[in-house]
Each structure stands twice: as C-alpha cells, then as structure tokens.
C-alpha cells in the first residue's frame, strides 16, 4: 500500500436532514419515521465526474465511498434488501455511477461497509458497539448477519470494477478470518483494515494524527473537513485547511495513508464549504510533486534544527529518488533551519512551497563562553517564514546532496 491522500465519502438518505450520518440514533427517531426518507431520495444534481475531478485537483489517488452505514440503507442495487438507492425517486445506482467516473479518470475506488446494521432484524451484536438503534434486540444472529454481509460483499466485490482497499467500521469482536479471505477471493489485490473479523492489512486511526516516528505497520488515518459530522450537516464547523494541511503532512511524512472525508448534500453536490477547503489543500499538496508519497525514511537524523543553538519546530525528515525532503507540518519560525548531521554541502535546496531557491553553507567555526568548540552546522537560509504561504500551510524543502 503506498502512501496515498483519498476523499472519503459519507453520503445516504440521512443527508436529508442536515444533521449527522448518525441522527437516526442521535436524534432517536423511530424507525417507520426514518426510513420514510429512503422515500424523498432524490439527488438530482448527483455528478459523480464533479466529485472525481474534484478529488484529482486535491491531489488525492483514490475515493472510498460509503456504501452502507449503520441505518443499513444500501446506496447500490442489492438484491439482498429492498431498503437500497433503487427504491428511491432517484432510482439509480450511486455506486456504479461513481465506479464509472472513477474508471473514466483513473481514479482508485474503495468501499466503506459498517458491520452494525440498524435495519437488519438479525444483526444485533451485544459484543460490539453503536448497537443502539438495532432495530431487534431479540433476534441477534451473528452467524445468519455474517451470511447475510457476504452475500453483499459479493455483490459489491464483483459488480464495481476493481477496488483498492475495503473500510470495515466498526469492529465486531468476532474472529472470524474466513470473512476476509472471502474478500480477497474476489478482490486478490485489494487491502483490508484492521475494523473487520481479523486483523486486516492496515491500522485506521480516526480523527487523531499517532505520536511517534515512522509508521510500523500500514496505516491509514482518517478525518473529516467538519469537526461535528462526517455526513452532510447544515450548520457545520469547518476545520480550516491549515490544520489539515498539517495533520495530512505529519500523516503522510510518518509513512501513512490520509482519507479526508467531505460529506455531500441531499441534492448529490459537495458542500461550497468543503470544495473550497479540498481546492485549498491541493493548491499545496500539488506543488510537492508526489513527494510525500511513496517515500522512506531518512537514512539519518539531521538533528534539525530552528536555530543554532537549540530544537525548535517540529521537522521529518524522507527520502525518495536519492533526494532529502524536510516537512516542516507546523511551519517554520525563521529564516534559516540548521542541521547539525549532513553528508555534505548540498547541491541545491529548493522550498517547495515557491520553488525558490534557499542558500546552503557552513556555520563558522566558533567556541563558548567555556572555551568548547560549537559543531559546525548546515544553515539553511532564505525562508520566507514570515510570508505567504508559509503562514498558511507546511513547508517543505528539497535538497540535492
């Protein structure tokens, strides 16, 4: 799995109340009452191309939508359950509309399922979570719901095209590893999270950035442009794109996945909100050229540096086509950085940011007030840290050893 920045989709009939992807249980509303929306369904500005190509100007490589959530409502054309997008005004398949577009513009496709079902008689599990709004306490099957999951998973694992990575939700604390080989038999190639009946292929942490160094196992982390909601919701407060520059910055230098998640409106069109936040991260991530994907970490510790005498602002340090790449996710607060650990003078040292070019040279030889010689660091100067846009996004520089 490389490193790659996705565009998370929550989207379905609850979208119609402008609340939360989970107002059935937040709002407690009775069943009959809620599914009657699956009945005024009607996105007719849906245009899933609008989506993709929104998603490539952001720089991302792959959308995970999400094809059911815990109301059970199902956004493809399933033979396993009339509650699906077919008996809808719409009356058409989201997900074939999307896996289409995706396959137009080589975009990656993957397909988020939670296990808790509200609208399965047989799917309550007292051993898991946001079991709430079951809709049968008295009926838990695990092994008939388990069933019943597959021969969805069959559908959707063989009637969409190829697809990069499944997002279980929700773990069920069930082992059950024949779940997931069931998947790969229709999807050799495809990745698995760890939310699932096993371990899967990749760790999903959820709307944090881990502390730590480089990731030491698959990893993708996940956050949504509105602090409140992951589905659409009217009066939402948006993260500025500041802070996710820097959360997809830090996430992506450690080596792991970033799924960003906007949430589109009953009518099918992305929130002006979040288009204008996407646009702006891309503005960024674009000028990187792919350099935070698909990298290693760095060979060494550069012991960088704000200033010459001691650490400062937060820096990692990758590596990728015999170049050094610093990511600076918090920004940086002066004009020069040093390192106090290099293998030469560089070549050259670009701030990606611009494209400038930063001079690079060897401090002075000099001694303190106890008459001990200083190391000899690398300073790197130049940086317009107190412009734009490094007042406004991560910086990241490039050198050429």
């Keep these: 799995m490389k490193n790659y920045f996705g565009m998370f989709i929550h989207w379905g009939i609850y ?24 009945q005024t369904f009607n996105p007719v500005r849906y245009d899933p191309d609008e989506w993709v190509t929104l998603a490539k100007r952001a720089g991302m490589k792959y959308i995970c939508f999400t094809t059911k959530h815990h109301d059970g409502f199902c956004m493809w054309d399933t ?27 080589g975009m990656r496709l993957s397909l988020y399922y939670s296990i808790p079902d509200w ?10 979570s ?31 095209g190829p697809v990069y990575t499944l997002f279980w939700d929700i773990p069920p604390q069930i082992d059950d590893p024949s779940i997931n080989e069931y998947v790969r038999s229709l999807q050799p190639e495809i990745l698995i999270n760890d939310r699932g009946y096993d371990a899967g292929d990749f760790s999903t942490p959820e709307r944090k950035v881990p502390e730590g160094g480089r990731f030491t196992r698959m990893t993708e982390a996940c956050q949504s442009v509105g602090m409140q909601s992951w589905g659409y919701r009217r009066d939402e407060d948006y993260f500025t794109p500041r802070f996710l520059m ?40 674009n000028k990187l050229e792919g350099t935070l994907e698909d990298t290693d970490a760095a060979a060494r510790d550069y012991g960088v540096r704000s200033n010459a005498m001691m650490k400062g602002d937060s820096c990692i340090a990758v590596e990728k ?56 660091l690398l300073r790197i100067a130049g940086i317009p840290a107190d412009r734009e846009p490094l007042l406004s996004e991560p910086a990241v520089m490039e050198i050429e050893w």
């Design 246 to 285: 820097q959360s997809v910055d830090r996430t992506m230098a450690m080596g792991g996945s970033y799924l960003l998640n906007v949430g589109p409106m009953p009518d099918g069109r992305i929130p002006p909100e979040a288009c204008a936040i996407l646009t702006r991260i891309g503005e960024w991530y």
């Design 321 to 376: 086509n015999g170049r050094t790449y610093l990511h600076f996710p918090g920004g940086v607060s002066a004009s020069a950085v040093y390192l106090q650990n290099y293998p030469s003078v560089p070549r050259a040292v670009r701030l990606m940011n611009t494209g400038m070019a930063l001079s690079a040279a060897l401090t002075a030889e000099e001694w303190d007030a106890s008459g001990n010689k200083r190391p000899t």
């Design 15 to 38: 979208s119609q109340l402008e609340d939360h992807e989970q107002v059935l249980a937040r709002r407690n509303m009775d069943h009959a009452e809620y599914e009657k929306l699956a």
């Design 79 to 105: 033979k396993t359950t009339d509650y699906n997008i077919m008996n809808t005004p719409y009356g058409r398949d989201t997900l074939k509309l999307l896996a289409d577009a995706c396959a137009r513009q």
């Design 130 to 160: 946001h079991q709430w709004k079951s809709v049968d306490y008295g009926k838990s099957d695990t092994v008939a719901y388990r069933a019943f999951l597959k021969r969805q998973l069959g559908e959707l694992l063989t009637n969409y």
């Design 119 to 128: 609208h399965e008689p047989c799917a309550y599990n007292p051993a898991s």
